[in-house]
């Protein structure tokens, strides 16, 4: 390393390592709903504290870090949302950054994460004994960071959309409506835990197709499949896994579908030696902390387990951002 590299080297050391205040500030803001009390209003800290039950002297500071790091404004000791902050950071907003309240809960594992390394994951959690909040927050979530890519996907299985479509573990059915939308012909049934799936017909509801779409509450590691499909779709569900119960989840996901159909498997997409993608290997470190099993995989390993199934491997179809998305055919 020449001398030159080394202050570029501790900056981003530094910089790395003290992330996380910024990032604290901000989910305790979200834990507050402090963006949405203030709204369209000019307010000062005291009558914020008031209205938040907070204590006075904390939420002045932290309302001034907020400033600082551009998320509110304040002038004439009056806080307020900025224009972005209003359109993104307030709930009642269409904007709005739904699923910020789950990452707050992520810091809460993520601060297990030495312990982890020493001694090993924690054993299983039962996901169905999780409460409605932190079902509406991880759904949230996910169908917010779904949005925009979606419609991309769908369109690239348009060949595949004319028959009937099973989403495993489909949350919210952001997927589902995507390839809703991209074929008329379709038909779906969205399969998830029962404390998810009244949540699901919601969003299918607000998206004008609970005509074309069913809804299946069941656990896919010990519930039955339903079986008769021309796609079977699988997002952002192997990560949770570890790689037995991902071979066993493919072979369940193979015998569902008809002959001729195909399995769809989007998620990271490692490179051999894991390292790439960057968001890939640091969550692999988020389902070390929040799963016994749960990683992320290599394309090598997506192979075997549609191999090991009967699947005639078709590999990546898509990459975009920090996923891809593989196929394999049902003979």
């Not at 369940?252 to 960057?278: E, S, Y």
Request: glycine share 8%; with cysteine; net charge negative.
């Amino acid at each position: 390393m020449t001398q030159a590299e080394k202050p570029s080297l501790s900056n981003h050391i530094l910089h790395t390592a003290s992330a996380f205040q910024a990032s604290r500030a901000l989910l305790t803001a979200v834990e507050l709903d402090l963006f949405t009390h203030i709204g369209s209003q000019k307010l000062p800290s005291d009558k914020l504290a008031e209205k938040l039950n907070c204590h006075p002297r904390a939420l002045d500071r932290l309302l001034n870090a907020l400033c600082s790091l551009g998320f509110l404004k304040k002038e004439n000791s009056l806080f307020a949302n900025t224009d972005e902050g209003r359109s993104l950071l307030c709930a009642d907003s269409k904007d709005y950054i739904a699923g910020l309240l789950h990452m707050a809960h992520l810091w809460d594992s993520w601060s297990n994460l030495t312990t982890v390394v020493k001694k090993g994951p924690s054993p299983k959690q039962d996901l169905s004994q999780k409460d409605e909040a932190w079902f509406a927050a991880f759904i949230a979530a996910m169908h917010w960071r779904a949005k925009s890519h979606a419609p991309h996907l769908a369109g690239l299985l348009k060949g595949f959309l004319n028959g009937r479509i099973l989403d495993v573990g489909g949350g919210s059915g952001i997927y589902t409506a995507a390839m809703l939308k991209e074929s008329k012909e379709a038909l779906a049934v969205i399969f998830d835990l029962p404390p998810v799936v009244e949540m699901t017909r919601k969003y299918l509801d607000e998206a004008g197709l609970k005509d074309r779409a069913k809804v299946v509450a069941g656990n896919y590691y010990c519930d039955p499949l339903p079986v008769g499909f021309d796609l079977v779709f699988l997002s952002a569900i192997i990560h949770i896994n570890g790689p037995e119960e991902n071979e066993a989840l493919v072979a369940r996901c193979a015998d569902a579908l008809n002959p001729g159909g195909r399995l769809a498997v989007v998620d990271f997409i490692m490179d051999q030696d894991r390292t790439a993608p960057r968001f890939g290997a640091l969550f692999a470190l988020n389902m070390l902390t929040g799963t016994p099993f749960g990683d992320t995989y290599t394309m090598d390993e997506i192979r075997l387990w549609m191999e090991h199934a009967g699947l005639e491997f078709e590999g990546l179809v898509a990459s975009g951002g920090n996923t891809g998305m593989v196929l394999g055919k049902k003979a």
